[in-house]
T-cell receptor
Framework: SQELEQSPQSLIVQEGKNLTINCTSS?????LYWYKQKYGEGLIFLMM?????EEKSHEKITAKLDEKKQQSSLHITASQPSHAGIYLC??????????????FGKGTKLTVNP | DTEVTQTPKHLVMGMTNKKSLKCEQH?????MYWYKQKAKKPPELMFV???????INESVPSRFSPECPNSSLLNLHLHALQPEDSALYLC???????????FGPGTRLLVL
């Protein structure tokens, strides 16, 4: 089963509009990562959240982790065409031998129309 | 410098070929990763190396053979691949543990 649910799956907005992408986990989040990916390219790290209630901002992007640490949101203010891409949330999960691995949500495709 | 480089950028190979993907980082990271990403899907972990030792193999078929010759380099050797192995192969690195992973631009592989 998909452990990280992202919504919406896709989003089309007009340039200048604000938008929010959500990431919900069935398990407590101990490390939540947001990445951006352009089609066919690598993932660009945006932000990482660990503490309940934590909020981080970079330029026009703000990410929050709720107090219960099961939901995160990514908010973009005054969107620009450069914000277009696929936004992926990722979380640390236990792997074999006590190691940890990163698992991703299915992604949210953002289109910003000029 | 948060750059991870990957070569080649594109690769086309037949099912009987042997090829290798290369990944390099100079951030002093001691954990390196290979991911496979199919179209419109999220990346899926294949292998993890920690301090140049294989620590995670996510039940990947033996036609994929990883190698970590030193702390800066990670290779993925490919042999007798199937068309369904066509995908974007991403390399990442991080400090050991659960620190942020930094990704390379990927190698787009097409198996004919």
């Amino acid at each position: 089963s998909q452990e990280l649910e992202q919504s919406p799956q896709s989003l089309i907005v007009q340039e200048g509009k604000n938008l929010t992408i959500n990431c919900t986990s069935s398990k407590t989040l101990y490390g939540l990562y947001w990445y951006k990916q352009k089609y066919g390219e690598g993932l660009i790290f945006l932000m990482m959240l660990q503490k309940g209630g934590e909020e981080k901002s970079h330029e026009k992007i703000t990410a929050k982790l709720d107090e219960k640490k099961q939901q995160s949101s990514l908010h973009i203010t005054a969107s620009q065409p450069s914000h277009a891409g696929i936004y992926l949330c990722g979380a640390d999960r236990e792997a074999q031998g006590g190691s940890e691995k990163l698992v991703f949500g299915k992604g949210t495709k953002l289109t910003v129309n000029p | 410098d948060t750059e991870v480089t990957q070569t080649p950028k594109h690769l086309v190979m037949g099912m009987t070929n042997k090829k290798s993907l290369k990944c390099e980082q100079h951030m002093g990271h001691r954990a390196m990763y290979w991911y496979k990403q199919k179209a419109k899907k999220p990346p899926e972990l294949m292998f993890v190396y920690s301090y140049e030792k294989l620590s995670i193999n996510e039940s990947v078929p033996s036609r994929f053979s990883p190698e970590c010759p030193n702390s800066s380099l990670l290779n993925l050797h490919l042999h007798a691949l199937q068309p369904e192995d066509s995908a974007l192969y991403l390399c990442a690195s991080s400090q050991v543990g659960t620190e942020t992973q930094y990704f390379g631009p990927g190698t787009r592989l097409l198996v004919l």
